[in-house]
Structure formats: C-alpha cells, structure tokens
C-alpha cells in the first residue's frame, strides 16, 4: 500500500523537483500537487493523502496556516514542512500547528523519503540543527500581533489593515504599540524586520 502525498509549493520548479523525487521510491505515490494551501484544501477530498508536504510562504494560505486549519478540520493527514527557513521560531510555530516533520530544502533527498515514512508511521522528522534551539527563545507574539505585525511590514497602514481585519484603527495601533515593544523596536519596519529573522512571523 503506497504512503499518499500531497505537494504545496508555490514554485513550480520546487514542485516539480520534489515530485520527481519521491516518485523515484516504489511505496511513495504523489497524489496531488498544489500551489498554496487553499487550493491544497480543496484537492484534499478527491487525493486523499496521508501526508502533506508543504513549504511555509505562499500565497493565500502559508504552510503554517494549512497545517493548522488540516488540525482543527481533524483531517487524517500528517504534515511535514520543507523550507528554506533554518529558523527555530518558524519551527516552535510549526510544532504548535500540529506538524510532525520539519525539513530544509538542502536537505539530502533520501532525507525527504525518509521523513515521508517516519511521519506516516507516527513519528517524528525534524531538522536536529533545528530542534535543538526551539525552546531557547519563546514567540512573545499572540496571533493578532502577529497579523498586525506582518501587514504593517508589508506596508499597510493601520487604516488598510483596520479595514482588512476589521478591526478600529485604534485597536491596530494598540497591537502595533503592544509587538514594537515587545521587539524593542523603534517602530513598526524594525519590529517586522527583526520578528521575521526570528522566525515569528
């Protein structure tokens, strides 16, 4: 019985190199092949897969977002993420989305199979680089601030992301206060810049 995988990559070459690749092993079928996690969500019903791998940045959906809505839909799919982003706050982020495996896209290809299996057997695959430095540093963003935070370094300003929140200027002002002072920035460009070298955005 092949393990049934389903890919979410937003660059097709990406998508196509990891295809190929798991493809090569007999017990290893990709199902579906996706270019963020919406459109992910929607092939789930007719690929049914065991495992989703899925880069995090993407548009739409990020890898983080589908990998929290696969747990809280309590789909039977496990999740492994495949990124470039050598970062623990991204990982820490991925753990609490209920992901079983974490991977760099530099990782050795037989790596990847590997992961494949360990996760559909139940177990874990996590970068040991990474794993190690997890818990050094908490994420003192809550998800608000986050979204907030994230908008803002993209170049929204509060009124844009109040209208895109829906949510008072006043409250986004609040958020960003809350996340620039929690980044010991100076204003909200640093606080963005400095929350995604770590990983928390």
């Given amino acids: ?33 996706a270019r963020n996690g919406e459109e992910a969500l929607g092939l789930m019903a007719t690929s049914k897969p065991d495992v989703v791998m899925t880069d995090i940045e993407m548009p739409s959906m990020t890898g983080l977002e589908l990998a929290a809505e696969i747990r809280r839909r309590k789909l039977p799919v496990r ?15 991925a753990l ?4 079983t495996g974490y991977l760099l896209k530099d990782s ?8 494949v299996r360990r996760v559909h057997a139940g177990g874990r695959a996590i970068d040991p680089e990474l ?29 844009d992301i109040a209208a895109q929140l829906k949510l008072s200027e006043g409250t986004v002002r609040n958020y960003l206060s809350e996340a620039i002072s929690k980044m010991g920035a100076a204003n909200r460009t640093e606080a963005s810049r400095i929350a995604r070298m770590k990983g928390w955005l």
């Fill in 96 to 99: 609490d989305a209920g992901v």
């Fill in 131 to 159: 794993a190690g430095e997890v818990w050094t540093e908490p994420d003192p963003l809550t998800d608000r601030e986050r979204q907030v935070l994230r908008l803002a370094g993209d170049g929204a300003s509060s009124a």
């Fill in 79 to 93: 999740v492994i993420i495949v990124t470039t982003f050598a970062r623990a706050g991204y990982l820490r982020r």
């Fill in 108 to 115: 050795p290809s037989a790596t990847l199979a590997g992961a």
């Fill in 1 to 33: 019985m092949s393990i049934r995988v389903l890919i979410v990559e937003d660059q097709s070459m990406v998508l196509g190199a990891l295809a190929a690749l798991l493809e090569i092993e007999r017990d290893i079928e990709v199902v579906g092949q």
